[in-house]
């Protein structure tokens, strides 16, 4: 069964940086499309960012192209967002998700259970 | 961007009745492949988002048969025949078809 754990969310100043971790099991994570999708306190769901299966193509939401870096290792099943010049808009949940468009079934949800980032002085 | 555009906000809901929510996009989510990537997703209270409908009317393993979605284009249905209790939550809809990816509202259910 699909399982993703999130990791490295925090207190952060703002202007900081931060570096999440998604670690993959129960599937081929290589041969995936990958994403990180946030959630603010009391609102809804925003895609961030993806990033191909074998990582040669990535892309980023408006708000954070520039300053965030999506990234994957496949030899270790992990999936990385590197947030740098965070503000305090940033301050979210960050979701790992699998096969972000849906493209194919899932055994288990393709989602991670979440790491909360804030971003305060 | 495709806006996804949700309805209702709040839907209250009588436990073992039906529940409808619709979602409209403003461009069609037909892919070049044929494909239709359009999702549901639940979010129970404290909970990460859960997917529940891929492609437009696949069920996700695990996701019980009440819940069915439908549509095709612009406009697409989520339908649970019988609302329990551990149905109350969030519904997001969300297409895949568009870079960037993007999500509806969200409508609220909640028993009456």
């Known amino acids: 069964e699909v399982q993703l754990l999130d990791s490295g969310g925090g207190l952060v100043q703002p202007g900081g940086s931060l570096r999440l971790s998604c670690a993959a099991s129960g599937f081929t994570f290589s041969t995936y499309i990958m994403s990180w999708v946030r959630q603010a306190p009391g609102k809804g769901l925003e895609w961030v960012s993806a990033?191909?299966?074998?990582?040669?193509?990535?892309y980023y939401a408006a708000s954070v192209k520039g300053r965030f870096t999506i990234s994957r290792d496949n030899s270790k099943d992990t999936l990385y967002l590197q947030m740098n010049s965070l503000r305090a808009e940033d301050t979210a949940v960050y979701y790992c998700?699998?096969?972000?468009?849906?493209?194919?079934?899932?055994?288990?949800?393709?989602w991670g259970q979440g790491t909360l980032v804030t971003v305060s002085s | 961007d495709v806006v996804m555009t949700q309805s209702p906000l709040s839907l209250p809901v009588t436990l073992g009745q039906p529940a409808s929510i619709s979602c409209r996009s403003s461009?069609?989510?037909?892919?070049?492949?044929?494909?239709?990537?359009f999702n549901w997703f639940q979010q129970r209270p404290g909970q990460s988002p859960r997917r529940l409908i891929y492609k437009v009317s696949n069920r996700d393993s695990g996701v019980p048969d009440r819940f069915s979605g439908s549509g095709s284009g612009t406009d697409f249905t989520l339908k649970i025949s019988r609302v329990e209790a551990e149905d109350v939550g969030v519904y997001y809809c969300m297409q895949g078809t568009h870079w960037p990816l993007t999500f509806g509202g969200g409508t609220k259910v909640e028993i009456k």
């Open positions: 990033i191909g299966a074998s990582g040669d193509s990535t």
């Open positions: 461009q069609s989510l037909v892919y070049s492949d044929g494909n239709t990537y």
């Open positions: 998700a699998k096969d972000p468009r849906g493209a194919y079934s899932s055994a288990g949800n393709p």
